[in-house]
């Protein structure tokens, strides 16, 4: 069946695997994707929604270097939401509301236009490994199928156990078998190994609640959309809901508290600290009379609703009495129940940044396997491993990117550098270069790096350049021309700022706190000059943001180079710390466990002090 040997086979077809599979196959490589269920490729496991605070980030990253999770999202969106609007453009962080089954559907065609991808259906095993290095996977047939590198993005399949209250069954996800072989071999081949934990509430019958109780959480009255390309706006939204659990709820969740596996010891490990369980959030915030509960929409036409707020692990009959005591759920008839589901995972730090193993050559892990939670980490993980998978096997250069670069280089430099014993959230408050890593600017930054490596088409390239180009000009308008007093000062006095007594240049009256663009084009020549040249709403948003906070990008943008000439400080490979006596024991132990490409990637280990970094650089000659 499998005669030719494989550039690339990918395990596993969720987020990771879908975007790792798109990654190696658009850049040339001959790649198999292998999941235990066709019909579950880019499966959205629990809640019908893309982005989010820093995940939308991430998702606009994923889109300007080549990948497909902005795209699938928008052709699949039933509402779109940009959260944050009220603070500075560093928040604003875009999120849609999807069609769980067209969202399904669209990866599952994305992929299969890619004529580099092929598909089977099986469980893989095992791995098939020649001296260090993975040159192919085993499956549960005993089919064995040969590659050149091999990623795994096996999610919660691993071992997985779900539990409901007291019973306990094997499973990857509800209704689906879990996968066996591959930890018991990746730990007798010295990877060291954990279990985590995390939970999905109950799905209801959307015609069995009253909306009319429930306060309306509608969508953007101007929707934008993630791709960078021309992807379909919504000139149609569902909204959601939101109403609040009470006392009375929570107390009839606390009689379920001693069959709850969180509770009585069956779960042992640790799941998401910021996306609790409601019985989590019960016994630790037990102040709190109501937590909120979003009701969203799992489609367009399907009458399935996901209960966010509510995700829970004890007994159906304990879920089903106190939901029913929720406002507009009186009359509610589930779908399925909540659960939660314990699934082993192998701590990141046996990676390097490409995401390829430190012990096996040619093997890559992505996703929820390196402890993380959510769709959109673990799609910039699986793009990643795809993309360096194809650039190895082909000799070329690897592709990483920096703290200041993306997101995604914050996430992967997380878990490589500090690992993770619970599953790991993206927030903005990660990265400290955020003013530079806004959701608007993620094209500028990546996509020539997605052309210059194969994957981002001329297309993106050129409307990107453009993009730059338009956002330039205007800015430049903006140094260049002044504005009369008559003409500035009724819009001064409007928004509450102080008028001008003589002509000033429009970038200095624009960078007023007050100020926005839509001020600026109530002036004639601002306007004639902005559709004279055709700007539309993304260069419009650039040049504000750009005039409005260029002291704040600037300033960053020199934090960022001061530490750059740490990172480019390197470590020789194979380093034995142990001879450098004057370091701490603990950072001995530290750097040889992690061992550090760089002084800045040893600087950001916990357990190293500044004094130890001292040390390395009188040691480096530095």
Not at 565 to 580: A, C, T
């Amino acid at each position: 069946m499998f005669s030719e040997e494989y550039d690339v086979i990918v395990v596993g077809g969720g987020h990771a695997g879908a975007e790792a599979a798109a990654a190696a196959g658009s850049m040339g490589s001959s790649t198999l994707l292998v999941t235990m269920n066709l019909q579950t490729i880019g499966q959205m496991s629990c809640n019908p929604a893309m982005g989010g605070i820093a995940k939308g980030q991430i998702i606009r990253e994923i889109d300007a270097l080549g990948g497909y999770s902005g795209i699938v999202s928008d052709k699949s969106s039933i509402q779109f939401k940009m959260l944050n609007k009220s603070k500075g453009p560093a928040m604003w962080s875009p999120r849609t509301q999807n069609d769980r089954m067209r969202f399904a559907e669209e990866w599952r065609l994305a992929l299969e236009k890619n004529p580099n991808v092929d598909f089977y259906q099986e469980m893989v095993s095992g791995l098939l490994i020649e001296g260090d290095r993975a040159v192919g996977v085993r499956t549960s047939l005993g089919i064995e199928i040969r590659s050149k590198a091999v990623v795994l993005t096996n999610g919660t399949f691993l071992n997985g156990l779900i539990h409901i209250g007291e019973k306990q069954f094997g499973g990857g996800r509800a209704g689906e078998r879990a996968a066996t072989g591959i930890t018991e071999q990746l730990i007798d081949l010295g990877f060291s190994s954990g279990r985590m934990k995390t939970g999905t509430p109950p799905r209801v019958d959307g015609r069995s609640l009253n909306y009319d109780v429930m306060i309306p959480q509608p969508g953007d009255e101007q929707p934008s959309r993630f791709s960078y390309l021309e992807t379909p706006i919504l000139k149609e939204q569902r909204d959601c809901h939101m109403t609040h659990t009470s006392e009375m709820v929570h107390d009839l969740l606390r009689e379920g508290f001693d069959r709850s596996p969180m509770f009585n010891g069956r779960i042992k490990s640790v799941g998401p600290r910021y996306c609790p369980s409601i019985e989590d959030k019960i016994n630790r915030f037990a102040d709190k009379s109501s937590h909120q509960i979003f009701v969203e929409p799992e489609g367009w036409k399907t009458v399935e609703v996901y209960v966010n707020g509510f995700s829970t692990s004890l007994p159906e009959e304990v879920q089903f009495n106190a939901l029913r005591s929720v406002k507009g759920f009186e009359k509610v008839k589930f779908f399925r129940p909540g659960y939660a589901i314990e699934y082993d995972y192998f701590p990141p730090t046996q990676l390097r940044h490409t995401l390829e193993t430190k012990i096996v050559q040619n093997l890559y892990f992505a996703g929820q396997i390196n402890g993380t939670t959510g769709y959109e980490e673990a799609a910039s993980q699986g793009l990643m491993a795809g993309i360096n998978a194809h650039l190895k096997i082909h000799e070329r250069e690897a592709f990483t990117l920096n703290r200041d670069e993306a997101y995604i280089g914050v996430l992967i430099d997380d878990l490589i550098t500090k690992g993770t014993e619970e599953p790991y959230r993206m927030f903005t408050s990660r990265a400290e270069y955020r003013t530079l890593l806004r959701q608007d600017n993620a094209d500028l930054r990546l996509t020539p790096k997605g052309y210059a490596i194969g994957l981002a088409s001329s297309e993106r390239l050129k409307r990107m350049e453009e993009k730059q180009s338009q956002s330039n000009s205007f800015v430049n308008f903006f140094k260049k021309t002044s504005v009369q007093p008559e003409d500035i000062n009724p819009i001064l006095k409007a928004v509450g700022s102080s008028p001008v007594r003589q002509s000033d240049k429009m970038f200095k009256v624009f960078s007023r706190p007050k100020m926005t663009m839509h001020h600026m084009l109530q002036l004639d020549h601002v306007l004639d000059f902005a559709e004279a040249n055709g700007f539309d709403s993304e260069v419009l948003e650039q040049t504000e943001i750009q005039v409005k906070y260029s002291g704040y990008i600037e300033k960053e943008k020199n934090n960022a180079d001061k530490l750059q000439r740490l990172e480019n400080v390197k470590i020789p490979d194979g380093f034995d710390y142990s001879k450098l006596k004057s370091l701490s024991f603990e950072a001995r132990e530290k750097l040889n466990g992690i061992k550090p490409v760089t002084i800045a990637q040893a600087s950001r280990i916990s357990g190293v002090n500044p004094s130890d970094i001292s040390v390395l650089l009188v040691y480096l000659g530095r």
